[in-house]
């Protein structure tokens, strides 16, 4: 695989004093790395295209993709629809917005905030009253059928790429750029964000993230970004092993895992990966 995370010429393209500070540190508290593996990876955020760049970000919706869907075409994935059994209620859409979680609730009144009218519009009232349960009261037997009828039209595709982007997406790259991590770090956060949520339980985001900070520094702290990056992962497999629906790791195992070991920090393609035994390529 092509990564930059050990290219020593890129480690002197650092944007900020602070990183290099933090190069220091990481060099003094892990003195058996060589200088130019510290300090590329201490700057590996300033060497890395960032997740948010537009083909990085396709990259980001295809790995998702690949877990939630079992399919590269994330776009596709619009209209999916389905009670998977996990509490939550229904699970639709391009990042698996759920009745049960609040998140569904905002993408339609969004949906109708913009499209009065819309032939979702009339299940508002019955998502308020089951947000926080997996009821389906209200919403069968046609939900299903008017969701994938709404999928067919892009504003409600866009409203589900706002809201994604919103709720998930761009808070887990912010907290990955300010944490000083590069493009795989920034998607091991949205990875999470997208199943855990971000709320107040100990499995969300915030806490799998306070977790690894209880074992490893990131590199904006002066840590080794690799050592960061795994403390990260295994603290989400933690997570995904309290609840019985998320207890298959394999998309930190035989994924993100894969991509770490490589070395591959910026998530550069080509990119070959497995999750629940099915192979996967981006070329």
Known sequence: MTHHSGDPARSHRIARRT???????????????????????????????????AAKKEIAMKLVSSAENSSLD?????????????GRGYTAGIIGFCSGTGDMLDLVQL???????NVLAKYLPALR????TDSH??????FPRDWAKA??????????????????FNPAVSQGKSDGLGTLG????????????????????????????????????????TT?????????????????AHSDTSRVDTEQRVFLRNGNLCLNTPLNWKVYGDSYHIG
């Open 19 to 53: 990183v290099l500070a933090a190069a220091a540190a990481s060099l003094a508290a892990v003195p058996l790395l060589r200088p130019s593996h510290a300090s590329a990876s201490a700057s590996a955020a300033a060497a890395c295209t960032p997740l948010d760049d």
């Open 74 to 86: 994330w776009k596709a994935q619009y209209k999916y629809i389905e009670d998977i059994g996990d």
């Open 111 to 117: 949906y109708t905030d913009r499209k009065p009218g």
């Open 129 to 132: 009253s089951v947000n926080g």
């Open 137 to 142: 009261d209200g919403l069968d037997p046609n």
């Open 151 to 168: 999928a067919q039209d892009g504003a409600f595709q866009q409203a589900q790429n706002d809201e994604r982007d919103r709720v998930y």
């Open 186 to 225: 920034q998607f091991a956060y949205y990875d999470a964000i997208v199943m855990h949520g971000d709320g107040g339980d100990p499995t969300s985001f915030r806490n799998i993230r306070k977790r690894a900070l209880n074992k490893a520094k990131p590199p904006a702290q002066g840590g080794d970004e």
């Open 228 to 244: 960061y990056v795994n403390a990260f992962l295994d603290a989400r497999v933690w997570a995904m092993k309290q609840e019985e």
